[in-house]
Every structure is written in C-alpha cells, then in structure tokens.
C-alpha cells in the first residue's frame, strides 16, 4: 500500500541513549517532515527536507538531526535522548498541490 | 502567541446533527489544510485550500483568505467521525507550518 512508514511505533530510552527514527515514503513526494505531537500543544515541526539533498531546522531541531538519504527516506535522529523529548513523532510527505500524507507515529518514552 | 486558533476546543454532538468546526490563523498563507486524527493516533488528511470550498461525502471545507478564516462542516454525523480535527496553515513567506491544537470531536449514538 502506498504511504508513509515509519519505525519503530515504541520505543522506551533511558536518559543519555541514542536513537533512529526512520521514515520512508513511496509516493515520490520530494517534501519530508518530522513533527512532534505534545498533549495540549499543536503538531509543532522538527525538521523538514523540501527535496532530496536538502534540510532545514523547523520550529523545536534542538536535540535532532536529520538526514534525507534519498527521496524515500529522512531518519531522525536523538543522539543523546532528555526526558524533555518524550513525545509522539510523526513523519509526513508532501507534494505540491497535494495534501500531507502522515506515518503512523512513534510514541516515544525517555525515562 | 498561537498562529492558527481552533475552536471549539472539545465537541459533543448527537448523530445525526450538523457540525462546525472553527480555525482562525494570523499568517498570510499560502495553503490551509485539514487533518483527522483518529483516536489510535493515525492522522489523515481531509483537505487542502487555498480558496473557496471542497466537498468529500459529508465533509465540507470553507476558506474565507480576507478574514483569514476557515470551517470545516460535518453533515449527518456517524459515531465514527469521532476525532480530533486539526487545522494547519502552510505561510506565504518561509515555507512555514502551523498547526492548531485541534478540535475533539465525539459524536454519540
């Protein structure tokens, strides 16, 4: 089925631990996103890529990195997870005059 | 400072009954769309608009660009339109993203 898969949908980390997360798309959408999902708080933007080869920060890249291995896939990556990054992680593509198509979240736990 | 306000915040209805949903945004922008959220966490995209109105089955999406302003209507609802509706406005400028904090929808049999 066409869409965005992303893994893992769990994870637990202790403070300190460094983690992946992948996202991969088969729509050949050029635009990826990573957002993060807060109780209260809007979908706010980690990280976004507009095409292959290229990043950008959104509003809340501290703690991330990001990179777009090719125009299916853009990994996120905490290199050294806080507690303060306990969140639910959405991947999204987009293209053009298309709407979002989003993964199906990883929830994220950092003790 | 929130640049796109939905409201309400939490909705109860009836089945059957016909529904608004709010998003005032203080951008200009280029796009707005519409995203469900179901209650497993899975989000899906409704809408996009950048003006005028869309209609999918029971879902009807407004844009109004001068009052910066959109609704979203759900006609007849079903039980299963259960969940949280979010509004989210791509700028003109910067290629910036936006999200409300949605909408929760439960609708009652």
């Known amino acids: 089925n066409a869409g965005v898969t992303q893994t893992p949908k769990f994870q637990v980390l202790k403070t300190g631990q460094s983690m992946t997360l992948q996202c991969a798309q088969d729509m050949n959408h050029n635009s990826m996103y990573w957002y993060r999902q807060d109780p209260g708080m809007g979908l706010r933007l980690i990280y976004y890529s507009a095409s292959e080869g290229t990043t950008d920060k959104g509003e809340v890249p501290n703690g991330y990195n990001v990179s777009r291995l090719n125009k299916r896939e853009f990994s996120l990556r905490l290199e050294s997870a806080a507690p303060s990054q306990t969140s639910v992680y959405f991947c999204a593509s987009r293209q053009a005059i298309y709407g979002y198509t989003f993964g199906s979240g990883t929830r994220l736990t950092v003790v | 400072k929130n640049e796109v306000e939905q409201s309400p915040q939490n909705l109860t209805a009836q089945e059957g009954e016909f529904i608004t949903i709010n998003c005032s945004y203080s951008?200009?922008?280029?796009?707005l769309h519409w995203l469900q959220q179901h209650p497993g966490g899975g989000i899906v995209s409704l809408f996009m608009?950048?003006?005028g109105k869309k209609k999918h089955g029971r879902l009807i999406a407004t844009i109004n660009i001068q009052e910066k302003h959109s609704s979203l209507h759900i006609t007849a609802s079903h039980p299963r339109d259960s969940a949280v509706y979010i509004c989210?406005?791509?700028?003109?400028?910067?290629?910036?993203?936006?999200f409300g904090t949605g909408t929760s929808l439960t609708v009652i049999p």
């Open positions: 608009l950048s003006s």
């Open positions: 951008v200009g922008i280029s796009a």
């Open positions: 989210a406005v791509r700028t003109n400028t910067g290629n910036q993203f936006y």
